[in-house]
């Protein structure tokens, strides 16, 4: 090869591998995520419990309400399993309402609804998370690389990064990659019910595909493409659109 074909190329390569470091290193902004999860803890959490009891519960809502809170501390001891590891408790640690929402539920309306009522809290407040995490503000343009920079980052270091992947195959028109452990999954198996999960594999659909029309995902053609779906991995594909 000429010498200076070589030199070329080698420049090209390492403009791309500085491009995509620049792409992959960022981090969360603590003081931002502190006031997103201050925000969604006083406001939105209240705001769908009140939506989703309302027509289950009616006035009594407001007995259940605090009594979630007053029960946590009970339900944390019977929730926690020996062998949990540091990363599956704090998974539980974030999720102890929601656990103690449906085995209240439980008793109150029986499994089948206890079940319903708490995904479709959970799905209202897993896409309210997601669009927070990975919508750009102030009506700036939702650009691939905006989300999947979000996406990226949330998955190092924010309320995703206690699952395990595979690793993530990026290019400017398609993204994968595959969940081989979902700790909520696993959170929700030990509060009770695993179907607990669906939710936010539903919130994931609603979120990511109504992001942008540059971008469709999915999760490939079988119907069975998350572990809480009975798949042994939750399978995630992104792709660029032409438009």
């Known amino acids: 090869m000429h010498p200076q074909v070589h030199q070329i190329g080698t420049r090209i390569e390492t403009e791309f591998v500085m491009r995509r470091k620049m792409k992959t290193d960022a981090h969360l902004d603590p003081a931002l995520d ?3 999860r201050l925000g969604t803890l006083l406001f939105t959490v209240p ?29 944390k001891k ?4 020996p062998g949990d ?9 974030t999720f ?39 919508f750009p503000p102030g009506g700036k343009a939702r650009t691939w690389d905006f989300f999947h920079d979000a996406h990226e980052t949330q998955m190092r ?3 995703i990064s206690t699952n395990e992947n595979d690793g993530i195959q990026r290019s400017d028109s398609r993204v994968t990659l595959d969940v081989v452990r979902c700790r ?14 669906l939710a936010f594999c539903r ?41």
């Open 157 to 159: 270091e924010g309320f």
């Open 47 to 75: 705001k769908l419990l009140n939506r989703h009891l309302q027509p289950v519960l009616g006035w009594r809502r407001f007995v259940l309400i605090p009594k979630l809170f007053a029960l946590a501390g009970t339900y």
């Open 203 to 243: 919130s994931d659909e609603t979120v990511f595909n109504e992001y942008s029309p540059i971008m469709r995902f999915h999760r490939g053609n079988s119907p069975v493409n998350t572990i809480a779906r009975g798949a042994p991995r939750c399978t995630f594909i992104y792709e660029r659109v032409s438009t």
């Open 34 to 36: 502190a006031r997103r």
């Open 96 to 134: 102890l309402l929601v656990g103690v929402l449906y085995n209240e539920l439980v008793k109150a309306q029986g499994a089948e609804r206890a079940l319903s009522t708490t995904q479709s809290f959970l799905h209202d407040l897993g896409c309210a998370v997601q669009r927070k995490a990975y």
């Open 78 to 81: 019977q929730f926690s399993k």
């Open 184 to 197: 909520f999954h696993e959170c929700f198996r030990d509060m009770g019910n695993p179907a607990i999960t």
């Open 85 to 93: 590891d540091a990363q599956l408790r704090r998974v539980k640690d």
